[in-house]
């Protein structure tokens, strides 16, 4: 089968990320796809520092095992991949996120993070990613002419604004800038060209994730953007924990929305010949999701890292990219599987 170069634009979501290492891992199955350059924020920039990694040290294999490796850190196992006969004894992924969520530690932890800021924690306080991140080898991170492309996104505490990251200046202290929750984590600093330090913040709030990054003219023209944060809930929110969730949601995908309207915009000119063609690049989206199981969860499953829910999402991730290369595959190089308007409409 003739060789198809996409990009990846892998979105923020705690643990949820789990349903990105399902995807990523089918999609590193098939042959046939190059992964050019890859954007990704939070959950996604681990993911994408791992597969990178990965890469550079053993092709798809590498990269399959550094993605495993992560998520095997996260979660506390060596392997998340269950026997189906077990399934049947593992709660779903909606009553663990309520029985989560209604877990008085959780409750407790939730309480905490409202009314006591990370920096009253002192000389007791610890990133809890920071080991984890620590162990990426940046030599093959950073590497140029290597693998894909990788850019991470971090969010500029003094104005607001978002930087993206690549090459050289991914550290670890930039992975973990593009995942660090205000509530939860203290802000990471970071030294800039000019001697200066500037604070960060996670970068869904400005870019959950960039896709401006992967407009480069050497990068394809398909971008597959792997969600894992619903775009639509048909209930209304009563609950408090119901409530601060879709909050969540919302603002995390404000900013993808906002450029997949330019997007949308860009193809219009195009169309209709208002923009001379190649003067603007024609960028086809594609995207793989899953919000029906996404809607069973909830902010409560994307800050704790269950071992059995991560390993559902896994499933679903890897399930959910088999339905879309079975529907969409030989639509890739050629046309769109995304009708935009209907996101805004």
């Known amino acids: 089968m003739q060789t198809v170069r996409i990009n990846l634009a892998l979105q923020g979501g705690g643990a949820h990320g789990a349903f990105t290492w399902g995807a990523l891992d089918r999609l590193l199955a098939e042959d046939w796809i190059e ?10 920039a681990l993911n994408g520092a791992a597969l990178k990694s990965g890469w550079v040290a053993d092709g798809r294999t590498g990269a399959r095992a550094a993605l495993s490796e992560l998520w095997g850190k996260v979660s ?22 309520r029985a989560l969520e209604f877990s008085p530690a959780f409750y407790m932890a939730d309480a905490m993070s409202r009314v006591v800021s990370p920096y009253a924690y002192g000389p007791f306080y610890q990133n809890p990613l920071q080991p984890i991140v620590q162990h990426f080898d940046f030599g093959r991170v950073c590497a140029v002419g ?14 607001g604004k978002i930087q993206v990251f690549t090459g050289d200046a991914i550290t670890t202290d930039v992975i973990l800038a593009s995942a660090c929750l205000p509530t939860m984590f203290q802000a990471v600093e970071i030294a800039q060209p000019d001697g200066s330090t500037e604070a960060y913040w996670d970068g869904g709030y400005t870019g959950n994730p960039a896709l401006f990054p992967l407009f480069d ?21 009563r609950t408090p924990q119901d409530i601060q969730n879709r909050i969540n949601e919302i603002s995390f995908n404000s900013s993808l929305l906002r450029e997949l309207r330019a997007i949308e915009f860009v193809q219009r000119l195009l169309r209709k010949g208002w923009v001379e063609e190649g003067r603007m690049k024609d960028t086809r989206i594609h995207m793989i999701a899953d919000d029906g199981l996404m809607n069973d969860l909830s902010v409560a499953t994307k800050m704790v890292p269950l071992p059995t829910v991560i390993g559902q999402l896994y499933d679903a991730g890897a399930a959910a990219t088999e339905a879309f290369l079975s529907c969409h595959g030989a639509d890739i190089g050629k ?7 209907s996101m805004f409409g």
């Open 335 to 341: 046309r769109q599987t995304v009708t935009l308007t």
């Open 146 to 159: 290597q693998g894909p492309d990788l850019h991470i996104c971090a969010t500029r505490v003094r104005d």
């Open 76 to 97: 506390g196992l060596g392997d998340l991949r269950m026997p189906a006969w077990m399934q049947g004894f593992v709660p779903t992924p909606y009553y663990a996120a």
């Open 217 to 237: 003219p050497d990068l394809p023209d398909d971008i597959v953007i792997i969600n894992i944060n619903p775009l639509e809930r048909t209930e209304v929110p």
């Open 35 to 44: 992964i050019a350059g890859i954007s990704g924020t939070s959950a996604g």
